[in-house]
């Protein structure tokens, strides 16, 4: 596994602001959830469960990262999105299941 803090030292040297950071790190986590799925799809469960926990490693440093003070509603709101999230995410891993990854999606 990659570490975090080097990807994101290599992905902010190549953006300008932190809200392009994240859009680059909402793009990759798309990707590896369409990955995952395609993974599961073929029988791969090695690679399903490799993307997904890179996946739940980067939606919990979303979540931790949010500023609950400064970020009011919305802060809490994504809370909850990210909380979803984390929990798809693990019934996902354990059972494979597409459908729940495609919930993530949306």
């Known amino acids: 596994m990659t570490n975090p803090y080097a990807a994101y ?20 986590i798309l990707s590896l959830l369409n990955i995952s799925i395609y993974a599961i799809e073929e029988g791969d469960i090695k690679t399903k469960a490799e993307n997904l926990t890179k996946v739940t490693d980067a939606v919990a440093v979303l979540q931790a990262s949010l500023d609950m003070e400064k970020g009011g509603e919305i802060a809490k709101n994504l809370y909850s999105i990210y909380e979803f999230c984390l929990e798809e995410l693990i019934k996902a891993n354990a059972t494979n299941d597409k459908e729940k990854i495609k919930q993530i999606i949306e």
């Not at 040297?13 to 909402?26: D, G, N, Q, R, Y």
């Open 9 to 28: 030292v290599k992905s902010s040297e190549s953006v300008e602001t932190k809200e392009e950071l994240l859009i680059k790190v909402f793009e990759e």
